[in-house]
């Protein structure tokens, strides 16, 4: 169930997604926040089960946080991306997968990213990615409007009209639409 | 009665002491004074590269001399001085972490993350009764943060900086290095400067292997 989409832009990257939790045929949750903000510069959004993605996101939280304080600098979104997508990986081989998909979007030194890391342990790197099972009518909206020097403003429009279109006909989909936006890192003035 | 060896008398002879009677590790001061007999071995960072040099011994004309400059990752290179096995472990320790970084973050290690798993790799055996790894090492290599130079001790200290000596008279050496130092050097020169540096410590015309990782190649290579 759910619908959420992920755009990179030319300032940045934005994501999109529902509001409904399903039980089966019952709609569990009205209000489900399924964009999740690690820092400032990177956020996940998340379909498939809750409980497992809160817990890759925590995890990846710490690990993240843990190895800025240790080196000195951030993890770039590929190295954060390559440690999720290597938690899923181990917990698939472990006969105990996360049934999760997850968007990562953030910034970093080379702008902005957006990847799909599934419960596989694969991730691909994309201009725009949904997951869910809205995403086949998703994908039509951002197929027919991705452009790559789309601003941050439009792409919140998209990704609005992508989740708007899917959650008209996807039952798994509905109850609302949130949307993030992440700037592009000021790059500081070269010495 | 006067304690003899490195054993406590009561202690049941079973444990070698860690402090001294001035409060220093012993056991990590042997480390450090077997390195000091080491060959003489070099460090310099420049903003346009970062060099590292080593004297190898001639110890016989049929025998092939050990190799001292050792690369650790495409961008990483490291050298050390002390007993060869020594370094040869602390080099496949580095070598490993920078594969283990590959495969847990899928990008380059940064140079200060392996002189810090160094340091501490080295500090755990300060702090058992174990034997300290006798061999100071010197890691170059290019990250995201620019060319890096690190020395690391057998006591886990870790420096950063623009020019190091270890082993042999590398106190004589560092004060070559300190005077004459410059920072728009060229490799061919900072190579002669680590030649000088080493002659005037060894008192002998010394035959090097150098490796050297430049700002622009961002790739450590070892010197013909």
Redesign the interface.
Same mark, same amino acid.
């Given at each position: 169930m759910t619908t959420i989409v992920g755009i990179k832009t030319k300032e940045g990257v934005v994501l999109g997604s529902d509001k409904r939790a399903s039980k089966g045929f019952f709609i569990g949750s009205k209000i489900t926040q399924k964009i999740a903000k690690l820092d400032d510069t990177l956020a996940v959004a998340i379909a498939g089960q809750l409980s497992d993605a809160e817990y890759l996101i925590k995890v990846a939280k710490a690990e993240r946080k843990l190895?800025e304080l240790?080196?000195?600098?951030p #993890?770039?979104v590929?190295?954060s991306s390559? #440690?999720i997508a290597?938690l899923a990986y181990s917990g698939l081989k472990n006969y105990q997968p996360y049934f999760v998909e997850l968007l990562v979007a953030g910034v970093d030194?080379d702008g902005g990213h957006i990847l799909t890391a599934d419960m596989s342990g694969a991730i691909t790197s994309e201009d725009f990615a949904s997951s869910g099972s809205g995403s086949p009518i998703a994908y039509g909206v951002l197929e027919s409007a991705y452009r790559k020097d789309i601003t941050n403003e439009e792409a919140k429009q998209l990704a609005t009209k992508a989740v708007a279109v899917a959650m008209e006909r996807d039952p798994g989909s509905g109850n609302g639409i949130d949307v993030l936006a992440i700037p592009n890192l000021v790059m500081e003035v070269a010495k | 009665m006067a304690e003899t060896g490195g054993y406590g008398s009561n202690m049941g002879g079973r444990y070698p002491y860690f402090y001294g009677p001035e409060g220093r590790l012993v056991l990590v001061d042997s480390a450090l004074e077997a390195v000091s007999r080491g060959s003489t071995t070099i460090g310099i960072k420049t903003p346009a590269f970062a060099l590292l040099t080593s004297h190898i011994k001639p110890v016989r004309s049929l025998i092939d001399p050990a190799e001292k400059i050792f690369a650790i990752d495409g961008h990483v290179g490291a050298t050390g001085s002390g007993y060869i096995g020594d370094i040869l472990q602390l080099i496949d320790e580095l070598r490993l972490e920078a594969q283990k970084h590959r495969l847990n973050f899928e990008s380059p290690i940064d140079v200060a993350s392996l002189a810090k798993h160094l340091g501490s790799y080295l500090h755990n055996y300060t702090i058992y009764a174990v034997r300290p790894q006798a061999a100071s090492v010197i890691v170059a290599g290019f990250d995201q943060t620019g060319l890096q130079l690190y020395q690391v001790d057998p006591s886990g200290t870790f420096m950063r900086g623009s020019g190091f000596a270890i082993g042999q008279s590398a106190d004589v050496a560092l004060d070559v290095l300190q005077r004459e130092y410059s920072a728009d050097m060229s490799v061919e020169q900072a190579v002669a400067l680590s030649n000088t540096a080493i002659e005037r410590a060894l008192g002998e015309r010394p035959v090097v292997e150098a490796g050297v990782v430049t700002a622009q190649g961002k790739q450590f290579e070892k010197l013909p």
């Open positions: 190895a240790r080196r000195g600098f #993890l770039t590929k190295e390559r #440690l290597n030194q | -």
